[in-house]
Structure formats: C-alpha cells, structure tokens
C-alpha cells in the first residue's frame, strides 16, 4: 500500500518568499506529525494534529509557521517570509488511532521536503 | 542543554562487528524509548521500541533501557554493510502517540 508522500521533494525559494510544503498520510491514520530535520541534527517536533483535536503546536518555531489539516487528511505546512535558517528537510509522519495499553503508535514518516531558502 | 544527548560517532566497523549506539536524556517523564534507522535522503524507518526498563532482543538488534541512569543502548550484532545507515533515538512521554523528541543520530559505516 502507499506509504506517506511529501510534496514538493525539493524547493528553492528566495529569502522572504512563503512556501507552502504539502503532506498525504498513509489512508485511515488519524494523527499526523511534522518535523524539521536541519543538517547533521536529529528531528525537531512542529506540530502534532490527533483527529478533530485541537494541534499541539508548541514545537513551532515562530509565527512564520502555520500548519493546516484539512478534512483529517491532507496536511499543508506554510512558512511565511522564509529565512536562510529556515534551510532543513521538512518530515511528515502519520499514525493510526491510538490503541489501549502500552503499544507505540508508530510513526511512518514521508521521504521530505528538502527546502533551501538563498 | 538537550533532552536527549545522542553518541556522535560516525562510526565505522568491519563486517560482522557488534555496534553498540547510545543516547542519554534528562527527562525523567519519558516511558517510550525508540530507535530508528534513516538512509541517505530517505524518512527514518522504526526498527524498534522499549516501554519503561528493560531489554529488548529482535533478530540482530537488541535494545536497553536503564532508566535509573537514564542511558539507552542499540546494539548490532554481526553487524551488515547494509546497516550502514544514520541511526537515531527517541523517546517520549506517557501516552501512546503524540511528539517525540529526538537525538542528532549517528552514522554508521559498515565495511565488507
């Protein structure tokens, strides 16, 4: 089946254009995730959307960055006029409903959105 | 200082080495302890995870939890080229989803 697609793979931008960076979970998975993953570093959390709750935004780095989920589905991260440190892979991962117990919920990540802001 | 502090590397070892990948944290509230494994230009797969203290064994890859010390351990068994990869742990809070906070990875060559 299909896994979580990303698109664009890659964008260039110029600095303090906006960009909007697109994410399709796996079908039926009802949580979603993005990180940033900058050079060499390991994923920082963004944002966190869990069916018709309210997001857990609190990973997000400034008012630049907004994040959309529509229809429980598709999911849009924007960044407004983007920064040169705003540079990093942009991931997306979904997972399905949350079970009873002490199983994890595994993530399936998308391959990113690979941004360069000059 | 970072939650979650991951062993640098890079790494690299001969075919068939034990690798042994390491991470320490700071937050006591963390129950869920991850590894995953991240090629070149790909998302990071989850090989596997441990809830609370303890061991746990799948094929070549086992994983420690010491919460005590609050240090975690990836080990390899006759390790393969084809586990030449960035690894990264993670961890987090009660709960069964939600965010994770991850460690900076390390890279490991195995070489034929």
């Known amino acids: 089946g299909a896994g979580v697609s990303q698109s664009p793979s890659n964008k260039v931008t110029e600095k303090g254009k906006d960009v909007e960076l697109r994410c399709d979970p796996i079908?039926?998975?009802?949580?979603l995730y993005w990180y940033r993953q900058s050079l060499g570093q390991g994923l920082e959390f963004l944002i966190y959307?869990?069916?018709?709750?309210?997001?857990?935004k609190s990973g997000l780095p400034s008012d630049r960055f907004s994040a959309e989920r529509t229809g429980g589905s598709v999911s849009t991260l924007t960044i407004q006029r983007t920064q040169q440190e705003d540079s990093a892979v942009y991931l997306c991962?979904?997972?399905?409903?949350?079970?009873?117990?002490?199983?994890?919920?595994?993530?399936?990540f998308g391959p990113g959105t690979r941004l360069t802001v000059l | 200082q970072k939650e979650v502090e991951q062993d640098p590397g890079p790494l690299s070892v001969p075919e068939g080495a034990i690798v042994s990948l390491n991470c320490t944290y700071s937050?006591?509230?963390?129950?869920?302890f991850m590894w995953y494994r991240q090629y070149s230009r790909k998302g990071p797969e989850l090989l596997m995870y441990?809830?609370?203290?303890g061991n746990k064994e799948d094929g070549r890859f086992t994983a420690q939890v010491d919460k005590s010390s609050k240090y975690i351990s990836l080990f390899i068994r006759d390790s393969q080229p084809s586990d030449s990869a960035t690894y990264l742990c993670?961890?987090?809070?009660?709960?069964?989803?939600?965010?994770?906070?991850f460690g900076d990875g390390t890279t490991l060559t195995v070489k034929p």
């Open positions: 937050n006591s509230a963390f129950q869920y």
């Open positions: 993670a961890m987090k809070g009660e709960g069964n989803a939600g965010k994770s906070t």
């Open positions: 079908s039926g998975h009802t949580a």
């Open positions: 441990t809830y609370s203290s």
């Open positions: 959307f869990q069916g018709n709750s309210a997001p857990d």
């Open positions: 991962a979904s997972s399905s409903k949350r079970t009873s117990g002490r199983v994890y919920n595994e993530q399936f």
